[in-house]
């Protein structure tokens, strides 16, 4: 079974707003990594934070994580046509990635 | 630097038939991992490999097996093939899975028929 849970499951927003996904998780984890994939192609990797960390930011990308919660955000800024994709955040424990449903996000020109 | 290979990157079988996918990982790294992705189920881990030597392995029948090769190269391997083993297979590479990014392939798209 999967180990989190992406939500929300679908978004659409106009070009030049901001998105956030948000990810729960279950279990203790070292860290949790967010990725971004577009239809029918690979992962590609956005931002690892690790356990101690809070918040880390990545270009237009700023992710929180709050362990007391069980929990993750990604926003993306100032969103553009090229950010529609899906977006999973992982956690990683026992050499094993976990994944949540997902985000589909779609920015309408 | 490339990046992680997957070769084929589209292929058809039919029923009871087998399938080997080949991964190499980026250059250096040494822990390579296998996913399956498919509508229903999302993104489930197959297994993961570091020094050719398997140290976890997800919860799928015997049917799905893999291995490493000294340069670090994987393939997995499906048996006896079932409709529902069509899928989307991703394999990652990091140079130690814990605590490092891991980096995805392209993906193997596998239809059964």
């Known amino acids: 079974s999967q180990q989190g849970e992406e939500d929300p499951q679908a978004l659409s927003i106009q070009e030049g707003e901001n998105a956030t996904m948000n990810c729960s998780y279950k279990t203790s984890i070292n860290n949790l990594q967010w990725y971004r994939q577009n239809s029918g192609r690979g992962l590609v990797h956005l931002i690892l934070?690790?356990?101690?960390?809070r918040e880390k930011h990545s270009g237009r990308l700023r992710v929180t994580l709050d362990t007391s919660k069980k929990s993750s955000s990604l926003l993306i800024t100032a969103s553009r046509a090229a950010d529609t994709a899906s977006y999973f955040c992982?956690?990683?424990?026992?050499?094993?990635?976990?994944f949540g449903t997902g985000t589909r996000l779609t920015v309408i020109p | 630097k490339a990046g992680v290979t997957q070769t084929p990157r589209y292929l058809i079988k039919t029923r009871g038939q087998q399938v080997t996918l080949s991964c190499s990982p980026i250059?250096?790294?040494?822990?390579v991992s296998w996913y399956q992705q498919t509508p229903g189920q999302g993104l489930q881990f197959l297994f993961e490999?570091?020094?050719?030597?398997?140290?976890n392995k997800g919860n799928f029948p015997g049917r799905f097996s893999g291995r490493q090769f000294s340069n670090s190269r994987s393939e997995m391997n499906v048996s006896t093939l079932e409709l529902g083993d069509s899928a989307l297979y991703l394999c990652?590479?990091?140079?130690?899975?814990?605590?490092?990014?891991?980096?995805f392939g392209e993906g193997s798209w596998l239809t059964v028929v």
């Open positions: 490999y570091f020094s050719e030597t398997q140290r």
């Open positions: 250059s250096g790294h040494r822990s």
């Open positions: 934070i690790r356990s101690n960390e």
């Open positions: 990652a590479s990091s140079l130690e899975f814990s605590g490092n990014t891991i980096y």
């Open positions: 992982a956690t990683e424990r026992a050499n094993n990635l976990f």
